[in-house]
C-alpha cells in the first residue's frame, strides 16, 4: 500500500502530461503546481491558479521552486520566489497565445504578426531577467522596458492592465487607495507610446490635463527639494559621438572639425572637436576598438532648446596641412598651409528628440542607437571661397554638389546621455568610451552649479577685408593669433584649436588662394590663467603666404591688429562682433607692444579714450600717442572681423555688478550700486550668485541700519529673478548655498523687520508702483525666509543651541499682517496682492517646519483661509489653489491629529461652500476654479487615505458627501470633471467605516422629512448609473474591482437602514427596496465582476485580493429578500428580470443561493392571485431577452430545472403549484435550451441556415405555449435573415405566418417591429401581403404569389374600393401568369442529412433532416461546405443509419444522400390537360415526400441476365413541412423502406415510360413550332436499348413458362406487363409517325435507324406480324448510307446495337456518318470533308441542319472508338461513386430516369462523360441544349428494355462531348 506523506512544495511542469484516468491532473509546460501530498515517484496537488483541479502526476515530469508563504485575506498562500514582472510575463505569453491563435485563424495577418513579435520581445527579455547576470541598472531597465510593453499590448487586446511600483512590479490594489489607482491608470495611458494612441487605455487629454493640476504646488520654487539635482525638464543632455569609419584616403595629412549647428540660430552651439588624420591611415583601422574609443566625443551641456531644435546638423570641416596647390608638384615650400580641403553635413534632430522612458539610456557599452552616414563634399578652388557657408547651402540644397563622390562619406554613431555629465561618469563609467573628448558647449548650460569653474573665451575670426599691395593677384591671407601679456611677451599655451587638441601658443588660420576678402568663421578657445587675464590681449598678425614659401613668416607680415581681453573699468571683453582697425606693419617695430597699445584697436577704445581725456588730462600720454601715431600707420581701407563669446564664472562684463562685487574698494558708492544692482541681467546674476550674495550679506553685517533695507530690496530683486521659470532651475544653486557656503548670523532680524515692514505698508499704501513691490517680495518670500531660518539656525548654534525667545513672535506676527491683508476687501486693485500671496504662501511651510510645529502651522492657515472676504473671482480660484499646494507641500501638514482637527474642517467647509454654491452653475463651462475644487478635494482624500486616519478625521470630510454624490448626478458622463468627480465620490466612500455612514443617515432621517429616503434613493441612483454607464476604459480592471468593494461595503450600510427605517406597516416604501433589488442585480452582472472570463493568472490574482464579490452580495440579496415577508406581493413581476438576471451568472454557489427565489415568487404570486399566470409570462420574457444577450450555458439550464422541480414538488401546501409548477419550469428549460442552441450558433461561424433553423424552434416554442408577442418578434427577425441571405421565398412564407394571424376588419394597432411601424392590422395585413409579393417574386414561387395578389384584389374591389391597387395587383398577378409560361425556372435539389454524435448542437443531434439547395449544386459542394461548418465532422459512406455508439459519442457524424421530391397528386390537375410549364413547378417544389432508392441483388447473381436478380430498397421520408416554406430545411419525421422485385421494377419502369411519350406527344401536338429534338432523343433512348439485353431480358425472365411456375402470385403482374409493352409499342409508332413528319429532311438517315430498330423491336413483341413488318420495310424511302470501305460490314447484337471489333458499338459511328460523315482523313477529300463537318458542328449548334455534299464513304474510320459495354459499366459505377457515394443501381443499367442519381456533363471531372448507350451519346451531340425547349428533358440510359422510373435531367449549359 503506498504511503502518502503531507507537503507543501510548489513546482513548475516541464513536461505535459495527458490524463488517462479521473484521478490524473492534467500538466502543460510552465504550470505551477502546488503539492499536497507526497508518495514515491508520484505527486499528489492543485494547479496554483486553479485549486479546484486536484489529481496525482509523476514526480519527475515537475521540478520544485522555491517559495514563500504568504498571510492574505485570513488565508495562506503559496508564492515562487520570482521576479514579479517576469512572472507576470510568462502568463500574459499564455494569454497571448490564445490571442494570437484566433489572428491567425481569421487572417489578420498585421495584428498576428505584431503580436507574435511582441511575445518574442517580452520573452526575450524575460529570459534576461531570469538568467541574466546583469548589472542591478540593466536588469531594472529591463524589467521596466518588459512592463511597458506588457502594458502596451493588453491594452491594445483589451486585456486588464496592472498597475504597477516605479520598480515596474504589480501592485497589489486591494491595499491602494482610489485616488493613486486612478492616477496610475492615467500614467500608464501615457507611456504606451504612439503606436498606441487611440485605444481605450489612452488617457483623455482633459483628464491629462487635469492631472497636471494636480501638481500645481509643485512647480513652486519653494517646493523644491533639497540637493543639487535640477528638475527632470531642466536637465543637461550630452551627445556621444564615435567616428566608425571615414570612406577616404586623404592626399595630405588632414584636421576633421566637428561641430553642432543650429540651422534656426544659424550658429554653432558646440566647441570644434579635432580628429586628426595623417595620410597614410587606412580606412580599416576605424575597426579597431581602441581607435573607435580615441575617435569618441562627447558633446556635453545641451539643453531642452537644443534637443527640441528641429533643426539641428553635425558639421564636419577637413582642412588640409600641406602644399598650398594640390596638384602643384613645381613649387615646392618647407613650409605647410592649412588649407580647405572638404565638408560634411548630417541632420541628427531625430537623434537629439529620441529619448526613453526613463530619460537616460542604460545600453551596454558597445550598443549605440544610432548608426548615420555623412556624405563628404571635396570642396575645389572654385567653391573654397565660400567654404565658411558651404554646409548651409548644402543643408538648404543650393550648393554645387560637382564635388560629390558616391563613394566619400563619415559613418558616426551616436547616443543621448542624459543628466549631470560628473554623476554620470562616477555612476555609469561603461557608458563612455575610455578616451572619450569632452566636447563644451559654446556658451553656459542651463544649469551653472557652484564649484562649477569656467573660464573660457571663444574668438571666432569672421573675415577681413585687404588691399593686393604691389602686385596684381590677390593675396593669400593667413591669419596668427598670440596671446601676449602687457609686455608684448607670448602667454605660452594658452589657445586650443579644439576638443582633443594640445594647447598651442599661435594660432594661424587656414588660407584662401587669392582672396583678399577671406571669411573663415574659425573658432578657438583661449585658456588663459585667471592672474594673467586682466594684462592679456590678442596680437593679430595678417601674412602674405607664397606657394614657394621659403622666407620666415614674420617677415611675409604685412598688416596687424590687436584686442585687449580687459576694459579699463576691470569688466571683461563684451560678446559679439568687433571690428578690428588694421595697421600697417614696417619691419620688426609692430611687435613692440609700447608702440601699438597705445592705438585704438577699435572704435569702443576710441570712444573710451576720448571719455578719459574729457575727465583727466594726461599729458604724457597724450605725447606718447603722438609719437606712436608717427611710427604706426593705420590702413583705413582694411579691416578685420572678430567675434568673442565670454564663458567665465570669475569675470563679468556689467559695470554694476562688478562694482558691487569690489564694494570695499567704492564704499563711497554703495548706495548707489545697491539701487542699480536690480537692473542687473539675469543671466550675469546667476553666473555670480554666490559671490553676490556673500557680498550682499557683508554689507548687511557691516552696517544693518544704514543699508538694511537696500540690501532687502537687492535681495528681493534678485530671489524675484530666481522665481521665474527661466531661472527657476538655480533653486538648488541657492540650496547648496545656503546649505554651504552662508554664514550671516544676525541677518534674519533685519530681514524679518524689514519683511513684516513690508507687508503692513502693503495694505496701508495705495501707490501702484509700491504694489508691484510687494508682489515682487510676496512672490520670493520663501527665498527671504530660507535665509531668516538658516541666519537664525546658526545663531542659535553660536549661542550653544539656546532659542531666541523673540523670533516665533515675530513670525507670527507676519502671519497676523497676512490675515488683516486678505481680510481686505473694498481696496483698489488690493485684490492682485492677496492672489500673490495666496499663490506663495504656501511655500514658506517647508521652510519654517523647523521652527514651527504642524499645529502652529495649520493653525496659521486655518486663520488666513478663513480670513479671506474678499469676493473677486480670481481671488476664489487662488484660494483653491492654495489650499491645493497646502495639501502637495512638502511638509505634511495632516501628520497629527491635531494639525487634522485644525485644518480639514476648515478646508472641507470651503469646499462644501464652493461646491454647492459655484460649481452648479454653467455646468458645461470647465474653468480652472471647478478644476481646482475637485482636485482639492481628491487631494484632501488621498492624503487621509495615505495617512493612519482616525474616525474623527473621517468625520470632518463626511459633509463632503452629498454635494459629490450630487455632482456625480449632474455632470454627464462625458463631462471633463466626471471621472475625477466620481473617483473622489468613492474615495470618501473608501474611507467611510459603517459608524459613519450610520452617523451620517442619522443625521439625514433627523433633519427633515424625507430626506433620509431622498438620499438613499439618491446614492442609489448615483451607483445604478455608474455601474450600467462604466465610466473608465475596460482595461481598468483594478479600479472596477476596487470600485466595486467601495460599493459593496455601502451596500451593506444601506440594506442595515432599509430595514429599520423603510420596513414595517407604515414605514414601507417599495420604490426605496425596488431601486435596492435593481442595484445588487447590475453590481451583480457587472462584466468586470464575471472572472470566468479571465485568464487563470488573472482570476486568481483579483480572487485572492478582492475575493468573489458576487457570492457575498447575491446571498445578502436574498437575505433582503427574506425578510420582506409578505410585502413581496409588491414586486412580483418587477423584481423576476433582475432576479433571473443573476441567477444566469457563471457561478454555481450563486445559482444555488438565488434560483430558490424564483419559486419563492411563484408561491406569493399563487397564494395573492389564486395563479402565477404573470410570473410565467414574466419568465418567458425576461429568459428569452437575457439568454440572447448571451447569459446561461447548459449546467444552469440542469441546475435551474432540477432546483425549481424539486421545490414545487416538494410544495404540499400549494397543490396548483405542486402539479402546475413542474410542467412550466419543463418548459423554461426547454426554452432555455433553444436559446442557448441559438446563441452557440450566432457566436460561431455558423451558416445563415442553422441560424435560421434555430429561429424557427422558437417560432414552434412560443407557437406552442401561446407567446404571441415574443412569437411575432422571431417571425420578423427570421424574415429579415432569410432576405439577408437572399432566400427570398423562405421569407415570404416567413412573413405570411403573420399576416395570415391578421384580420381584414381589424382595426386594432399592431406594436412596432423593425422596419415596420406601428399601424393597424388591416394596414400591417396589406403591407405584409405587399411585401411577400414581390419576395416570391424574387424568388421565382409565382404560384405562391398568385393567391395573395387574388385576396388583395378582391379586398382592393369589395372592401376599399382602391382601384388603383387594384389595377396594380392585377398588373402583377399577369405578370407572374407570363412568367410561369416564359420564363426559364431551374428545379432546387434536394438532401438528406443525418447529424450523429453528441457534438452537434442540440436541436441537430441526431436528427434527420431534407436540405433544399439551389439548382445544380452538386453533393460535393453540398458536402464542402457542411464540412466547412463543422470542421471536425467526419462522413459516414454507408446509407445505413449507424449504431447507438456513434450516436452517444462525442464527436460529429454526417450522412449524406441525394434524394428526389415526389410530387403530391394534385385534384386540379386530374383528368385535365395541363401544360407542362404548369405541372414541372409542383414535381420539385410544394413537396414533403422524398425517396431515395439502393439497388441490390438477392440470391446469386446471374452474370447473363443480371436484372433477374436485382431488387431496389426504396426509402421514403416525410418532413414536417412542405418545402419550400419558412426554412429551407426540414426535419424528417417518418421515414419507411419498402422493397420492389425485378417485377415491381419492370412495371413501373415501362409504365412511367409510356406516360413520358404521351406527354411529350401532347405537347408537340399542341404547339407545331417547337422543336422535334427532344423526341429524337427519347425514342433513341426507348427504341435503341443497348443495356443489359432490353426487352428481350423481359421476354427472357418474365414470360418464360418456368416464372410463373415459380411466381404463381406474380400472374397478374405478367399479363399487366406484356400489355404495358403492347401498348408502348402503339405510343412509339405514333411518336414514329410524328417524328418523320417533323424531322428534317438532313435528319432522315437518324429516321431510318429508328424504323429498322423499331421492326426489331415490334419482332420480339408481336413475333405473328414479322411479314408485315418485312412488307414495310420495303418502303421505306431509301437506304442507310452504306459504311467506308475501310470498315467492316457492321454485325448487330441481341440489343439492335452495329457492333465493331471486339464487340464495340458502332452506332455512334454510324450515327456521325449519316448525319456529318466520318471524321475527316487526309487527301483532298479529307479536306473537303474537314470543311464540311466544322460547317454541320457550327449549324448544330445553332440549332439547325446541316448541309452534306461529301459522301459518307469518301471519309475515313475515326481513330476514337466508343467505350465496349464492360467499360462503360465499370465507369457508370465510379462515377455515381463520385456523384452519390453510392452503387450503381439497376436503374442505370435500364434506362430508369427516375430513381437513382444519374451524372450530369458538366459536373463530372473525367474528360470525357460516359453515356448510357453510344446512340443517346450521338444524339447528345446532334441536338445541342440549345436547340431544345426550357421543359425538355433527356435520359442518359437507352430505354428499349423496361426500367424503373428515375428523375429526368434538364439539359445542361453546354454541348455533351462526343
Known amino acids: 500500500m503506498v504511503l502518502w506523506k503531507p507537503s507543501d512544495k510548489l513546482a513548475v511542469a516541464i513536461f505535459n502530461f495527458e490524463v488517462s484516468n479521473a484521478h490524473h491532473l492534467p500538466l502543460m509546460v510552465g504550470d505551477l503546481v502546488c503539492v499536497l501530498e507526497e508518495a514515491p515517484d508520484w505527486y499528489r496537488g492543485y494547479l496554483f491558479y486553479e485549486p479546484s483541479k486536484k489529481g496525482v502526476f509523476p514526480s519527475n515530469l515537475v521540478e520544485v521552486k522555491g517559495h514563500n508563504k504568504v498571510q492574505h485575506r485570513s488565508q495562506e498562500y503559496l508564492v515562487p520566489v520570482e521576479d514579479g514582472v517576469a512572472m507576470e510575463a510568462k502568463e500574459a505569453c499564455r494569454e497571448w497565445k490564445k490571442r494570437l491563435f484566433k489572428f491567425y485563424v481569421s487572417g489578420k495577418r498585421d495584428a498576428y504578426r505584431q503580436l507574435y513579435h511582441s511575445m518574442e520581445e517580452v520573452l526575450s527579455w524575460r529570459r534576461n531577467i531570469v538568467h541574466s547576470s546583469a548589472t542591478v541598472d540593466v536588469l531594472q531597465d529591463t524589467r521596466l522596458k518588459l512592463a511597458a510593453r506588457m502594458d502596451s499590448v493588453n491594452s491594445q487586446l483589451g486585456l486588464p492592465l496592472s498597475p504597477r511600483t516605479e520598480d515596474g512590479f504589480p501592485l497589489d490594489t486591494s491595499r491602494t487607495n482610489v485616488q493613486l489607482l486612478y492616477r496610475m491608470h492615467l500614467l500608464q495611458g501615457t507611456k504606451e507610446g504612439p503606436n498606441n494612441s487611440g485605444t481605450a487605455s489612452s488617457a483623455p487629454v482633459e483628464h491629462l490635463h487635469l492631472l497636471d493640476t494636480l501638481s500645481l504646488g509643485a512647480g513652486g520654487a519653494g517646493s523644491q527639494q533639497q540637493g543639487d539635482t535640477p528638475p527632470s525638464s531642466l536637465q543637461t543632455h550630452h551627445l556621444l559621438m564615435r567616428v566608425d569609419y571615414v570612406d577616404h584616403l586623404f592626399p595630405e595629412n588632414t584636421d576633421l572639425f566637428f561641430f553642432l549647428y543650429d540651422l534656426d540660430r544659424k550658429e554653432a552651439i558646440s566647441e570644434r572637436f579635432v580628429l586628426n588624420r595623417t595620410r597614410s591611415v587606412d580606412k580599416s583601422q576605424f575597426h579597431d576598438t581602441a581607435h573607435q574609443q580615441k575617435h569618441s566625443a562627447v558633446f556635453t551641456d545641451l539643453g531642452r532648446r537644443d534637443l527640441e531644435a528641429g533643426n539641428m546638423y553635425l558639421v564636419c570641416h577637413a582642412v588640409r596641412r600641406g602644399r598650398m596647390i594640390l596638384d602643384d608638384k613645381k613649387h615646392m615650400s618647407p613650409h605647410t598651409f592649412r588649407r580647405p580641403y572638404a565638408l560634411a553635413v548630417l541632420e541628427i534632430s531625430s537623434v537629439l528628440q529620441e529619448r526613453n522612458d526613463r530619460g537616460d539610456t542604460l545600453l551596454d557599452q558597445d550598443e549605440f542607437k544610432h548608426s548615420l552616414t555623412m556624405p563628404l563634399y571635396i570642396c575645389g578652388y572654385t567653391h573654397e571661397s565660400d567654404f565658411s557657408s558651404f554646409h548651409t547651402n548644402i543643408i538648404k540644397k543650393t550648393g554645387a554638389k560637382s564635388g560629390q563622390k558616391p563613394d566619400c562619406c563619415i559613418v558616426v554613431s551616436f547616443r543621448t546621455l542624459h543628466g549631470n555629465l560628473a554623476q554620470l561618469q562616477r555612476d555609469k563609467p561603461y557608458l563612455f568610451p575610455k578616451s572619450a573628448i569632452i566636447v563644451h558647449k559654446l556658451g553656459f548650460p542651463d544649469v551653472i552649479y557652484p564649484g562649477d569653474v569656467r573660464n573660457d573665451i571663444y574668438v571666432t575670426l569672421e573675415s577681413g577685408q585687404y588691399e593686393k599691395g604691389t602686385k596684381y593677384a590677390e593675396r593669400n591671407v593667413e591669419v596668427s593669433v598670440i596671446v601676449c601679456d602687457n609686455t608684448g611677451n607670448a602667454i605660452l599655451n594658452s589657445i586650443i584649436m579644439g576638443a582633443g587638441c594640445v594647447p598651442t601658443s599661435e594660432y594661424e588660420s587656414y588660407i584662401f588662394y587669392h582672396n583678399n576678402t577671406p571669411k573663415w568663421s574659425e573658432t578657438f578657445k583661449l585658456s588663459i590663467p585667471l592672474d594673467k587675464i586682466p594684462d592679456a590681449h590678442l596680437r593679430i598678425a595678417f601674412r602674405h603666404v607664397a606657394k614657394n614659401e621659403s622666407k620666415n613668416k614674420s617677415e611675409k607680415t604685412f598688416a596687424f591688429t590687436y584686442l585687449k581681453l580687459m576694459k579699463e573699468d576691470g569688466s571683461i571683453i563684451a560678446d559679439g562682433d568687433h571690428m578690428l582697425y588694421v595697421y600697417k606693419s614696417d619691419g620688426k617695430k609692430w611687435m613692440d607692444a609700447k608702440l601699438y597699445l597705445q592705438q585704438p584697436s577699435c572704435k569702443e577704445d576710441v570712444l573710451s579714450q576720448q571719455q578719459q581725456k574729457a575727465m583727466t588730462t594726461r599729458t604724457l600720454a597724450e605725447s606718447t600717442s603722438s609719437s606712436s601715431l608717427q611710427q604706426l600707420t593705420r590702413s583705413f581701407k582694411e579691416s578685420f572681423l572678430l567675434s568673442i563669446l565670454t564663458c567665465s564664472t570669475k569675470f563679468t562684463q556689467k559695470i554694476d ?251 472641507v467647509g470651503h469646499l462644501v461652500s464652493f461646491t454647492t454654491h459655484k460649481m452648479r452653475s454653467n455646468m458645461e463651462v470647465v474653468d480652472q476654479k471647478k478644476k481646482a475644487c475637485v482636485c482639492c478635494t481628491g487631494r484632501l482624500l488621498e492624503t487621509l487615505s495615505t495617512l493612519k486616519h482616525s474616525s474623527q478625521d473621517v468625520s470632518h470630510v463626511v459633509p463632503l458627501l452629498q454635494p459629490l454624490m450630487t455632482m456625480c448626478q449632474l455632470l454627464p458622463g462625458t463631462h471633463p470633471l466626471a471621472r475625477p468627480n466620481l473617483v473622489n465620490f468613492v474615495s470618501l466612500l473608501a474611507l467611510m467605516e459603517n459608524e459613519h455612514f450610520q452617523i451620517f443617515l442619522g443625521l439625514m432621517a433627523s433633519a427633515k422629512e424625507n430626506a433620509l429616503r431622498d438620499f438613499i434613493g439618491e446614492m442609489m441612483g448615483v451607483m445604478t448609473g455608474v455601474l450600467e454607464n462604466p465610466p473608465y476604459p475596460p482595461e481598468w480592471f483594478s479600479l472596477y474591482l476596487l470600485q466595486n468593494s467601495v460599493f459593496k461595503k455601502a451596500l451593506m450600510n444601506i440594506s442595515n437602514t432599509l430595514t429599520t427605517a423603510f420596513l414595517g406597516e407604515n414605514k414601507f416604501v417599495p420604490i426605496i427596496w425596488d431601486n435596492f433589488f435593481e442595484l445588487c442585480s447590475v453590481f451583480l452582472t457587472q462584466p468586470c465582476l464575471q472572472l470566468h472570463r479571465l485568464s487563470d493568472f488573472q482570476r486568481h490574482k483579483f480572487e485572492k485580493q478582492f475575493g468573489d464579490m458576487r457570492l457575498e452580495l447575491g446571498q445578502h440579496m436574498v437575505d433582503m429578500w427574506n425578510c420582506l415577508g409578505h410585502m413581496k406581493e409588491n414586486f412580483i413581476p418587477n423584481l423576476i428580470g433582475p432576479i433571473l438576471k443573476v441567477t444566469l451568472l457563471k457561478q454555481k454557489q450563486l445559482r444555488k443561493v438565488t434560483i430558490p427565489v424564483v419559486f419563492d415568487i411563484m408561491t406569493v404570486e399563487q397564494l395573492t392571485s389564486a395563479n402565477f399566470r404573470r410570473v410565467e409570462t414574466e419568465v418567458f420574457d425576461k429568459m428569452d431577452d437575457l439568454i440572447s444577450r448571451g447569459y446561461g450555458d447548459e449546467e444552469y439550464k440542469e441546475m435551474f430545472h432540477d432546483i425549481l422541480t424539486d421545490k414545487c414538488l416538494e410544495c404540499d401546501d400549494l397543490p396548483e403549484v405542486s402539479s402546475g409548477g413542474p410542467p412550466f419550469i419543463d418548459s423554461v428549460s426547454r426554452l432555455i435550451g433553444l436559446l442557448l442552441d441559438f446563441n452557440q450558433v450566432e457566436a460561431g461561424d455558423s451558416c445563415q441556415h442553422r441560424r435560421m433553423g434555430c429561429m424557427h424552434n422558437l417560432l414552434n416554442f412560443y407557437k406552442e405555449i401561446e407567446k404571441e408577442e415574443l412569437y411575432i418578434r422571431y417571425i420578423y427577425r427570421l424574415a429579415e435573415l432569410h432576405q439577408r441571405d437572399h432566400s427570398f421565398t423562405e421569407a415570404g412564407f416567413t412573413l405570411m405566418i403573420h399576416a395570415k394571424s391578421l384580420k381584414w376588419e381589424d382595426e386594432e394597432k399592431v406594436a412596432k417591429v423593425g422596419q415596420y411601424p406601428a399601424q393597424k392590422a388591416c394596414e400591417r395585413k396589406e403591407k405584409l401581403y405587399s411585401d411577400s409579393v414581390q419576395l416570391f417574386d424574387k424568388g421565382k414561387c409565382w404560384e405562391c404569389g398568385i393567391p395573395l395578389c387574388k385576396e388583395l384584389a378582391t379586398i382592393y374591389e369589395t372592401l376599399l374600393f382602391d382601384y388603383q391597387k387594384l389595377a396594380a395587383i392585377l398588373q402583377t398577378q399577369a405578370s407572374f401568369f407570363q412568367k410561369i409560361l416564359n420564363e426559364l425556372r431551374i428545379n432546387p435539389e434536394y438532401f438528406r442529412v443525418g447529424y450523429y454524435g453528441k457534438g452537434f448542437p442540440s436541436f441537430l443531434r441526431n436528427r434527420v433532416f431534407v436540405h433544399r439547395r439551389q439548382s445544380y449544386e452538386h453533393i460535393n459542394v453540398f458536402i464542402k461546405s457542411l464540412l466547412e461548418e ?53 414535381k420539385s417544389n410544394d413537396v414533403c415526400l422524398f425517396q431515395f432508392d439502393y439497388p441490390f441483388h438477392k440470391g446469386e447473381k446471374d452474370k447473363e441476365c443480371e436484372f433477374a436478380t436485382l431488387w431496389i430498397e426504396r426509402t421514403k421520408f416525410t418532413t414536417t413541412e412542405s418545402l419550400p416554406g419558412v426554412l429551407s430545411w426540414f426535419a424528417v419525421k417518418d421515414t419507411k423502406t419498402v422493397e420492389l422485385d425485378p417485377m415491381d421494377i419492370a412495371l413501373e419502369t415501362v409504365s412511367s415510360k409510356n406516360k413520358e411519350i404521351q406527354l411529350l406527344l401532347s405537347r408537340l401536338m399542341g404547339n407545331k413550332s417547337e422543336s422535334i429534338h427532344p423526341l429524337s432523343m427519347l425514342l433513341n433512348g426507348v427504341i435503341d436499348a443497348a443495356v443489359m439485353g432490353g426487352i428481350k431480358n423481359y421476354q427472357k425472365i418474365f414470360f418464360a413458362e418456368t416464372y410463373l411456375q415459380e411466381h404463381p402470385d406474380h400472374k397478374d403482374s405478367v399479363q399487366k406487363l406484356r400489355v404495358l409493352i403492347e401498348e408502348q409499342t402503339y405510343v412509339l409508332e405514333r411518336a414514329l409517325d410524328m417524328h418523320k413528319e417533323r424531322i428534317d429532311p438532313s435528319l432522315n438517315g437518324l429516321h431510318n435507324k429508328l424504323e429498322e430498330c423499331f421492326e426489331e423491336f415490334q419482332c420480339m413483341v408481336f413475333p405473328e406480324k414479322r411479314k408485315a413488318i418485312a412488307k414495310r420495310a420495303q418502303t421505306m424511302r431509301g437506304p442507310l448510307p452504306k459504311p467506308p470501305a475501310a470498315l467492316e460490314p457492321p454485325q448487330y447484337n441481341v440489343a439492335g446495337y452495329a457492333t465493331g471489333k471486339k464487340g464495340k458499338s458502332l452506332t455512334s459511328k454510324i450515327y456521325r456518318t449519316a448525319t456529318l460523315g466520318m471524321a475527316p482523313g487526309k487527301g483532298k477529300r479529307g479536306s473537303v470533308a474537314m470543311e464540311e463537318y466544322a460547317e454541320g458542328k457550327k449549324a448544330m449548334k445553332k440549332g439547325k441542319a446541316p448541309k452534306l455534299t461529301t459522301s459518307p464513304q469518301t471519309l475515313r474510320r475515326p481513330s476514337e472508338d466508343v467505350p465496349s459495354i464492360p467499360e462503360l459499366t465499370s465507369s457508370r459505377n465510379s462515377i455515381n461513386r463520385l456523384s452519390d457515394e453510392e452503387p450503381m443501381g439497376p436503374g442505370a443499367a435500364l434506362g430508369n430516369n427516375n430513381n437513382y442519381e444519374e451524372v450530369e456533363f458538366e459536373r463530372v471531372s473525367a474528360p470525357v462523360p460516359i453515356p448510357s448507350s453510344s446512340s443517346s451519346l450521338a444524339l447528345s451531340s446532334a441536338f445541342p441544349p440549345s436547340s431544345l425547349t426550357p421543359s425538355a428533358s433527356f435520359s442518359l440510359i437507352s430505354q428499349t428494355a423496361p426500367s424503373y422510373p428515375a428523375p429526368s435531367f434538364q439539359a445542361p449549359s453546354q454541348p455533351a462531348p462526343s
Open 1430 to 1482: 463543422f470542421s471536425t465532422a467526419q462522413m459516414l459512406q454507408s446509407y445505413v443509419p449507424p449504431d447507438n455508439e456513434i450516436k452517444n459519442s462525442s464527436g460529429m457524424y454526417l450522412q449524406v444522400r441525394k434524394v428526389n421530391p415526389v410530387p403530391q397528386q394534385r385534384e386540379m390537375f386530374q383528368g385535365k390537360r395541363v401544360p407542362d410549364k404548369i405541372l414541372e413547378y409542383y
Open 657 to 907: 555688478l562688478l562694482m558691487l562685487l569690489k564694494w570695499r574698494k567704492k564704499e563711497r558708492n554703495l548706495s548707489v550700486v545697491l539701487k542699480n544692482i536690480v537692473h542687473v541681467d539675469g543671466e550675469e546674476v546667476v553666473k555670480f550668485l554666490q559671490d553676490t550674495l556673500d557680498c550682499l550679506f557683508e554689507i548687511l553685517n557691516t552696517d544693518a541700519k544704514k543699508y538694511g533695507e537696500l540690501v532687502f530690496d537687492a535681495l528681493v530683486s534678485i530671489f524675484d529673478l530666481l522665481s521665474t521659470d527661466r531661472y527657476k532651475h538655480f533653486n538648488a544653486v541657492l540650496d547648496i548655498y545656503l546649505s554651504n557656503h552662508f554664514s550671516a548670523l544676525l541677518a534674519h532680524k533685519m530681514l524679518l523687520w524689514c519683511f513684516q515692514k513690508n507687508v503692513t505698508d502693503s495694505y496701508t499704501t495705495e501707490s501702484e508702483s509700491a504694489h508691484q513691490k510687494y508682489i515682487k517680495m510676496f512672490r520670493s518670500m520663501h527665498y527671504l525666509f530660507q535665509f531668516i531660518v538658516q541666519s537664525y539656525f546658526l545663531y542659535q548654534r553660536s549661542k550653544g543651541g539656546a532659542e531666541d525667545p523673540t523670533f516665533k513672535p515675530e513670525v507670527d506676527k507676519c502671519f497676523s499682517a497676512f490675515c488683516e491683508l486678505m481680510s481686505i476687501k473694498d481696496r483698489k486693485e488690493i485684490h492682485k496682492i492677496q492672489s500673490t500671496v495666496l499663490l506663495n504662501l504656501h511655500k514658506l511651510f517647508p521652510v519654517i517646519s523647523s521652527v514651527f510645529t504642524e499645529l502652529e502651522m495649520a493653525s496659521h492657515i486655518s486663520c488666513v483661509l478663513d480670513s479671506i472676504r474678499n469676493a473677486h473671482s480670481s481671488l476664489l480660484e487662488d484660494k483653491l489653489t492654495f489650499i491645493l499646494n497646502i495639501l502637495d507641500s512638502p511638509v505634511n501638514l495632516l501628520a497629527t491629529q491635531g494639525s487634522r482637527d485644525s485644518l480639514v474642517p476648515t478646508i
